[in-house]
T-cell receptor, first 113, second 112 residues
Framework: NAGVTQTPKFQVLKTGQSMTLQCAQDMNHEYMSWYRQDPGMGLRLIHY???????DQGEVPNGYNVSRSTTEDFPLRLLSAAPSQTSVYFCASSYVGGVYEQYFGPGTRLTVT | GENVEQHPSTLSVQEGDSAVIKCTYSDSASNYFPWYKQELGKRPQLIIDIRSNVGEKKDQRIAVTLNKTAKHFSLHITETQPEDSAVYFCAASLNTGNQFYFGTGTSLTVIP
């Protein structure tokens, strides 16, 4: 079991560029989510999905898009990167229902200049 | 939505002493409260969790207590060791929902 994997580990973008952060899990979890982690602000939910074809917004969705075409994959798209999106991004997965352990990926450190 | 507050933001203890981290939540319907440990440069990992039908749960040197009336829950680490040094996050969620709300984290340093 690879668990939750994320690529890339590090990325530097210029303002206005777009990119996709990849997330995959092999635990057959229905629930997948994206968080951003900023100093002193904990983990804030960007988007989440409870199954293929179903996505919803979290606390801080602006500037990000997601889609869920398969159970395994949940990519996060930055449409037009801004310096405010400099952060560490974590993908997580779990069984659906809100009372199960979330398994986190290793994170992607993104810098927007 | 739910609002989770966590205190203190930093905590230093001598090796062997106890550490206590406290969280409060706002939504009385929340019924699942996990705690995550994040070492420097690593991913958050679950260390203990508690559901609202339980008041206390222990796992070796780690314990969590929940007071539903006051809407607060706490993490207790006894006999602290240097490897306990990390950032700890509390969270709250509803079993009818799919959003986890995290506290802002506590950076624990255990001084040898």
């Amino acid at each position: 079991n690879a668990g939750v994997t994320q690529t890339p580990k590090f990325q530097v973008l210029k303002t206005g560029q777009s990119m996709t952060l990849q997330c995959a899990q092999d635990m057959n979890h229905e629930y997948m989510s994206w968080y951003r982690q900023d100093p002193g602000m904990g983990l804030r939910l960007i988007h989440y999905s409870v199954g293929a074809g179903i996505t919803d917004q979290g606390e801080v969705p602006n500037g990000y898009n997601v889609s869920r075409s398969t159970t395994e994959d949940f990519p996060l798209r930055l449409l037009s990167a801004a310096p405010s999106q400099t952060s560490v991004y974590f993908c997580a997965s779990s069984y659906v229902g809100g009372v199960y352990e979330q398994y986190f990926g290793p994170g992607t450190r993104l810098t927007v200049t | 939505g739910e609002n989770v507050e966590q205190h203190p933001s930093t905590l230093s203890v001598q090796e062997g002493d106890s550490a206590v981290i406290k969280c409060t939540y706002s939504d009385s319907a929340s019924n699942y409260f996990p705690w995550y440990k994040q070492e420097l440069g690593k991913r958050p990992q679950l260390i203990i969790d508690i559901r609202s039908n339980v008041g206390e749960k222990k796992d070796q040197r780690i314990a969590v207590t929940l007071n539903k009336t006051a809407k607060h829950f706490s993490l207790h680490i006894t006999e602290t060791q240097p490897e306990d040094s990390a950032v700890y996050f509390c969270a709250a969620s509803l079993n009818t929902g799919n959003q986890f709300y995290f506290g802002t984290g506590t950076s624990l340093t255990v001084i040898p």
